[in-house]
């Protein structure tokens, strides 16, 4: 099961990127780096701008090539797209935020 | 009936200025004169791993997502058994050695719902709350991964590559 992106938030943001579809307008994505994937990249967080229509594993391969020692996680970590576990099939829409969860440790 | 039950669930991810978990809080918020059972889990930090000295333990969070999957954790308990009230509480921040992590409470009418629940609440935080702990040695530090996070992960893989991390829910709407 998969979650679309952009969820519930009640915004004409996903409207609006659904109209402009056929005109290809960029998307904005936060993306958050934890733990593991923060020490690799060195930042918290960054912003991707991505092509409308892209998938969190579209923005995974951008990330690879924008850090690519996160490739040292990249088979263990998930994502996460607005604060739920998402597949890299999931599609974004503009101003979701986008999580690197390499293997919690919790408890 | 959904947000009635999460009034009963109390969820806190401490900020690492919160000291130690105040144990007595979390017991008595799952107390209740319905419940003939109380059952509690305490995690602590121990002294070694694998012949290493283990000085202490750093905890962080994506706190916003940590405290979304404890409310639904605690609504997926309640889809499973029959419970009363149910209190997690997870530290941040340095964590010493014999210190408490991470608190469970659960109560229930029967004592044999009390502890399947307080059980599954922290096989649920080890494999799928967004927290992290980074293990000191003294010469040393290393994240730590946890394998049933690892375990759950590579399930999902096989049967789906698309497939989510989330288990599916039983009580949430």
């Known amino acids: 099961m998969e979650i679309a992106g952009g969820l519930n938030d009640g915004t004409g943001e996903m409207n609006e990127s659904k109209v402009e579809k056929s005109a290809g307008q960029d998307i904005k994505i936060k993306v958050l780096f934890f733990a593991r994937a923060r020490d690799l990249t060195g930042v918290s967080e960054t912003s991707l701008e991505m092509p409308d229509g892209s998938t969190a594993g579209d923005c995974m391969r951008n990330l690879l090539v924008k850090f690519p020692s996160l490739q040292e996680i990249y088979n263990s970590m998930v ?4 604060e739920e576990y998402a597949a890299e099939s999931t599609l974004l829409t503009s ?8 293997p919690i440790s919790g408890g | 009936m959904a947000s ?25 918020f799952v107390r209740d004169p319905a419940a003939s059972a109380i059952a509690t889990f305490e995690g602590t930090t121990r002294d070694t791993f694998e012949g290493k000295l283990v000085e202490e333990l750093r905890y962080e969070a994506y706190v916003p997502m940590a405290a979304r999957r404890l409310a639904a954790i605690c609504a997926e308990a309640r889809g499973s058994w029959p419970l009363l009230r149910l209190a997690v509480a997870h530290r941040l921040g340095t964590v010493g050695v014999g210190e408490a992590s991470v608190f469970v409470a659960a109560s229930a009418v029967h004592r044999a719902e009390a502890m399947e629940a307080c059980r599954y609440l922290i096989d649920e935080v080890k494999a799928s709350v967004p927290i992290w702990k980074k293990e000191v040695y003294e010469n040393g530090e290393v994240w730590k991964e946890n394998k049933e996070f690892l375990e759950r992960r590579a399930a999902h893989h096989e049967m789906d590559p698309a497939h989510e991390l989330k288990e599916t829910s039983n009580g949430e709407d």
């Open chain 1, 79 to 82: 994502l996460a797209i607005n």
């Open chain 1, 95 to 102: 101003k979701d935020e986008l999580a690197i969860i390499p």
């Open chain 2, 4 to 28: 009635a039950a999460a009034e009963m669930d109390l969820v806190d991810i401490l900020d690492a200025s919160s000291g130690p978990i105040d144990i007595a809080r979390y017991v008595d």
